[in-house]
């Protein structure tokens, strides 16, 4: 399902079942705001919490940002009705976790076939399961709900018995497959948390990584990571005044029908052209919000 882009700096996690923290979120400037019901929330309060998160969305008040469920697992006891209520919630889209295969991808499009055509699919990447998949689970993006990518780097370390490190060394060759599989079949795709939300000089480093890998943006855990992963994930000043001189310099008729061209005494070819233009766009947005 192909759903234009948007900025997606920032994905705040929240557990549904905390009316305070739901509250305080429609006041923060997250892009997207994550209504868990799954690993934020026990076992013995998963119906409570999905009828929390239910009536969160029918309530509304996010303004502009992109209000997305995660549902339990397809394989828990609670997976195909959280599905079932998501799909009729009016949330943006559900987030599923553990997906391990294309089949997986079928499985959550059909238990959503009744959802209005606007509900996204997102998928957490995060089982070592998906990792040799990882192309062919972005390639049901051409004939599903499939829009959206999101690293699960504490249960990906889990599973391999590795350790999450600041520098995330064991991780860094899957980070970068699944943005690769992600952009071949344009399929957004978000960096994972960053469990360390005091020290913000650690967060920023990990978040600038993601950055240099090519995320679109960064899954959050803390109010106090928002700032800087909006700031880590905004075009800079240079980069725009750069961007946006190739635009007009393609703009020239003198230029008319070139592929290639000098700008500010540097190459610029047509790919540097949409590269551009995306980047002034995402800068629009993010300054209309």
Request: charged share 20%; proline share 6%.
């Amino acid at each position: 399902m192909s759903t234009p882009e948007r900025p997606r700096r920032s994905a705040l996690y929240l557990p549904a079942s905390n009316a305070k923290a739901i509250a305080k979120a429609r006041t923060l400037p997250a892009d997207v705001v994550i209504l868990d019901l799954e690993d934020a929330v026990a076992p013995e309060v998963k119906a409570e919490a999905r009828a929390a998160a239910i009536a969160a969305v029918a309530e509304g008040g996010f303004g502009r940002r992109e209000v997305a469920i995660r549902a339990n697992g397809l394989d828990t006891p609670w997976g195909a009705e959280d599905l079932a209520a998501i799909a009729a919630s009016g949330a943006d889209a559900v987030l599923v976790p553990k997906i391990s295969s294309p089949a997986d991808i079928d499985a959550c499009q059909v238990a959503l076939s009744a959802a209005p055509e606007g509900l996204q699919l997102w998928a957490m990447i995060e089982t070592c399961a998906c990792l040799p998949q990882l192309d062919a689970i972005a390639a049901r993006a051409r004939s599903t709900r499939l829009s959206l990518f999101v690293m699960g780097t504490n249960d990906l370390a889990k599973e391999m018995r590795a350790r999450l490190t600041p520098e995330r060394t064991p991780f860094l060759p899957f980070l970068a497959m699944t943005v690769a599989a992600a952009r071949a079949h344009g399929v957004a795709v978000l960096d994972g948390v960053c469990n360390e939300f005091r020290d913000l000089d650690v967060f920023r480093a990990e978040a600038g990584q993601g950055l240099l890998f090519g995320f679109d943006g960064k899954s959050l855990i803390h109010p106090n990571q928002i700032d800087p992963c909006n700031a880590v994930f905004s075009p800079g000043e240079d980069e725009l005044r750069r961007a946006r001189a190739v635009i007009a310099a393609f703009a020239l008729p003198e230029n008319a029908g070139k592929g290639a061209i000098q700008v500010e005494g540097k190459m610029a070819e047509l790919l540097h052209l949409e590269q551009a233009q995306r980047l002034v766009g995402v800068a629009e947005q993010i300054a209309a919000s």
